[in-house]
């Protein structure tokens, strides 16, 4: 398809005019779930998400955001931000991460391509690293494709391989980290009877070792560098198992916030720092928490924090992270290839489109809504805000965030008439939610609520409509439940803290004065989902959805 012209023509609904100003808001990590006290949503006070939810039930309901609705492999797969917002945005359900990493081991399809000859150009003389993160929680990585990669890469020449492993706690559960380690270890132990040198050679907690995102603190990801590349930590051990363990044992430690390590030999000497002629596979597959790393590993023009020590090595990510920077430029598994977003159909029919978050999610309204594609479609049509986010500390210091700033730029945006969409991220309900900071996740509830409220004014004040939903769940449950649904107990009879994204529907309401009154929700479709989302704005702002979206969730009543 063109990228102008007739191509791009959009058919007027029949029943809807144009002309409204139409805000979208989405609340980040806001799934539904019965109120009780693990409930920050709940428990909160959010008197404009509450109105909504008890006003007209043609205008308020729930959609799936996890699992196949999402692009993603099983029910059993939570959704996440990234998934969440190409789905919003493309009005369509594309394989995502996970899904496509499957089929490429499955069908060994991962070895043959341009990405994977790249990094086997080493085998022979260097030694192949693997970085990433070591679990099951299926988000970010999965531990049984990194054990399928160490056979595959084994049984096609690898020699030496090294893996650098992050410990997880946020997507699955606190602790669990001493069992994957002890499976990524059996695995490797199994390898070297075969004759391949293969070791675990660094590891630390995600959100303090490596993971960081969206450029917010590179001290994340040098703790990292030293670690992996240069072969240096605070903790020195000979096994990775007991590394984790006693690392553990420290004061408020847990494996998000994991100190870095490095495995040494009888000699105290790093056994698998990153050297020339190395190749490097950074194997998760989800985007976000992976593209800093691969500035400092790619870029030769690189100033966000002394390297020390650049090695010339042969690098590769488990897919691509950022396709308009063409980083990294080699990849095993290519993304999926998300074409005629909302947000480009919108513009090409003269729609101006205003879009604004925090740092922590400004790409979630803007690269992931689009279609994993950074910049503007028609710099003249949109205008994108971002918020500088609080750096140097944990959300819940803060727990209001950048909440109001977001909605009294949005506020302006919609009153300045030059916008006939508006559309953001309030990002508190997950990023606090990921703290298990119940108390503040309560306020970082209240304070979404507080910014919805004000858009909401704003729509009133010029005849709009508006549009409120979620990506997925997350603040709605903050305890982890045994089969029975009960709160589970550590040894000392405390709750234990539920940190990770939910398999819980998402809210969607509709409303404004511009909103005719005879639109409601459809009753035929009960198991929508986050796709059919754009199908419903694109109605909302007077047009058709194209005929290969996902089903619009409204109808228009003849009164």
């Known amino acids: 398809m063109g990228s102008s012209g007739d191509a791009w023509k959009l058919k007027d609904h029949p029943k809807l005019p144009k002309g409204k100003t139409v805000a979208v808001i989405v609340l980040d990590g806001w799934g539904e779930a019965k ?30 955001a996890h ?48 990405g994977f000859k790249y990094v086997q150009e080493c085998f022979e003389k260097g030694t192949l690293h693997l970085i990433g993160l070591v679990s099951d929680g299926g988000v970010h990585s999965r531990l049984d494709q990194l054990l399928l990669l160490l056979k595959g890469a084994a049984e096609r020449g690898a020699k030496r391989i090294r893996v650098h492993a992050l410990t997880d706690g946020r997507d699955v559960l606190d602790g669990s980290s001493v069992g994957f380690m002890e499976t ?36 994340v990801v040098k703790r990292g560098w030293d670690a992996q590349v240069l072969g240096e930590a605070p903790h020195h051990f000979k096994d990775p198992i007991e590394a984790i363990k006693k690392l553990r044992q420290e004061p408020n430690a847990s494996d998000q916030y994991l100190a870095p390590f490095v495995i040494v030999d009888d000699n105290g000497k790093p056994v698998g720092p990153i050297l020339d002629g190395d190749a490097v596979v950074t194997f998760n597959f989800r985007a976000d928490r ?64 205003f879009a604004c978050s925090e740092t922590v999610k400004f790409g979630h309204v803007t690269f992931f809504w689009n279609g994993n594609r950074s910049g503007y479609f028609d710099e003249k049509l949109e205008e994108y805000v971002e918020i500088p986010s609080d750096s140097g500390i944990t959300f819940n210091v803060k727990p209001k965030m950048k909440a109001l700033e977001i909605a009294e730029r949005t506020r302006d945006a919609i009153l300045s008439h ?49 549009l409120v939903t979620a990506d997925h769940g997350n603040a709605e449950d903050m305890v982890k439940r045994n089969k029975k649904g009960e709160p589970l107990l550590d040894k000392n009879g405390n709750i234990q803290i539920l940190t990770s994204h939910t398999l819980e529907p998402v809210p969607i309401a509709i409303g404004g004065p511009g909103l005719l009154p005879g639109v409601r929700f459809r009753t035929d479709l009960p198991t929508g989902g986050l796709a059919n989302v754009a199908a419903t704005f694109m109605n909302l702002h007077g047009f058709e959805a194209p005929s290969d979206y996902e089903p619009t969730l409204i109808e228009v009543v003849d009164n």
Request: aromatic content about 8%; charged content about 30%.
């Open 184 to 219: 990524l270890e059996s695995d490797l132990a199994k390898l070297r009877e075969q004759g391949v040198d293969a070791r675990v050679a660094s590891g630390g907690g995600r959100m303090y070792v490596t993971m960081d995102r969206y450029e917010n603190d590179w001290d």
């Open 35 to 64: 109120p009780n006290e693990y409930n920050a949503i709940s428990v909160a006070e959010t008197p404009v998400m509450d109105s909504l939810k008890q006003g007209a039930p043609e205008h308020w309901r729930l959609i799936k």
């Open 418 to 466: 030059k916008f006939d969409q508006v559309r953001l991220n309030i990002p508190n309900s997950d990023m606090v939610g990921h703290t298990g900071d119940i108390k503040a996740t309560i306020e970082a509830c209240k304070a979404a609520d507080d910014g919805v409220k004000m858009i909401l004014e704003a729509i009133e004040q010029v005849g709009g409509i508006f």
């Open 290 to 353: 992976m593209v800093m790393l691969a500035k400092a590993l790619e870029y030769e023009d690189f100033d966000k924090f002394d390297r020390v020590r650049v090695p010339k090595i042969h690098y590769a990510g488990m897919l691509q992270y950022d396709g308009e920077l063409k980083l990294p430029n080699k990849y095993l598994v290519s993304p999926p290839e998300i074409d005629r977003t909302s947000g480009e159909y919108l513009v090409r029919n003269g729609v101006r489109t």
């Open 67 to 114: 699992g196949n609705a999402v692009g993603l492999p099983t029910e059993d797969d939570m959704g996440n931000s990234e998934v969440g917002h190409n789905a919003l945005g493309a009005g369509r359900i594309f394989a995502q991460g996970a899904k496509l990493v499957d089929l490429a081991l499955a069908s060994g399809k991962i070895y043959d391509g341009e």
